[in-house]
């Protein structure tokens, strides 16, 4: 009989959260896992941000491959071959639970009638939890593959008693509000794997990228939701009328509302864009390191990188019959996870393209050659984006379109925090890293993405700006 499969993908959780010294956070469920299991402690996400990684995860491409851009959205490319329809024709039932921003990512196309979503401000306490449960007591046919991906660590969750979690509002479940909730999710980490039989089952645990958040202290956390509150932005009373009159009269301002709608828009952009660059010049005054003024920059304002608190992630396999107990220091990619699932429940892939590999030789001890790591954001904003490679000793990246531009290139070994660019010094290893991006970029390019209606368009705009994205 075919086992099952869970994935179990955690928005923004990072490497060293869980496993090292850096960890405060309490979980003893995933402590269970990992000792039961094999854990990767160098995997490498291919994206900084959830849509261009999760569409890496389940087509096997980078990023450059497999997702499109539109002026500010970002979505999966559903003309490019993905593992889901393969997996289906060996027999297997593959369903997903998502939250709405990976939905209106294009997901939607891939999984078809065996996706179910929830509200990017929903989490595990409040509903998400129990209706994973439902799912695997009651409702999944076997063989199943069943992928989830939970949003608490990325949203705003709070601990303050008003959620449910106000019982991990004690620094004994971790040093900051990132650890808190992971340790809030552990408990039902441990409740999902209850549900499920690990001797019949494969479960991974991983992430789609990281994030600066888990370095903050409470000070950190503080400014941060005081920044929040002062760039919230309420609308003028003309604003409020023209929008009762647009709904109970929707004819009757359709030539105006979209010109009402930018004026909006661009006023409101203008007070927040003052108010960032004021935070941000307070900022530079204070007497912090590199590391630290990147960290408190996160709470204000997010560009595009590559740094390692937003590229480590982790990557669990456990159950069935994997080692258990072992450690993996060597590098390798989230776009390795489907592959190695395919090796493992004897399935033969049958991908024309693909820059992912199975990673099962390594999980039995055997030896595979360690590959540089391709890492690029592809974000929502008008932002430059950047590309670069990771190797366990250096890390490389620059202006995506201008090779000139934007340049960072770090000792990992020498400098684990990144605060050093040695970049002007080392023109030799910039252009080994050169070599290795036109290595990658020049296999193939995507297909022609799908076109969206406004009304799609739309919908995926509202939420994006709900987020932060945009």
Known sequence: MKPNVLVISIDSLRNDMCLGSNKTSHTPNLDSLIRNGTFFTQAITCASSTIPSFSSIVTGLYPFACVGKKDKIVRINENVETFVKQFENFGYNCHTFIPEVLYQGGLDKIFLGNLEKFSSFSFLNDGVGDKIIGKLTKELEEPWIYTIHLFDLHGKVTLDGTGGFQKFNNEKFGKNNYEKVFSAMDEWIGKIISKINLENTLVIVTADHGSPAADFDDVKDEEGQQFSKSIEYEPGTLFKIGKKIAKKFPNLLESQREKISKSYVKKRDKIIDSKRKEKLKSIRTKNLSPFEERILKNTVTSTPNIFEEICKVPLLFCGLNIPKGEIISQQIQTLDIFPTIAEIISMSLTHSLTHSRSLLALINGENIKEKPAYIETVTNSESDDVIGIRT???????????????????????????????????????????????????????????????????????????????
């Open 392 to 470: 366990p000793n250096f890390k490389y990246f620059r202006n995506s379109i201008d090779s000139k531009k934007n340049v960072h290139l770090y000792n990992l070994q020498n400098d684990p925090k990144e605060e050093k660019n040695i970049c002007l010094n080392n023109l030799e290893k910039i252009l080994e890293m050169e070599k290795i991006i036109d290595m990658v970029r020049k296999e193939n390019l995507p297909k022609q993405l799908a076109e969206l209606t406004d009304d799609e368009a739309s919908m995926v705009e509202d939420e994006l700006r709900k987020l932060g994205y945009i």
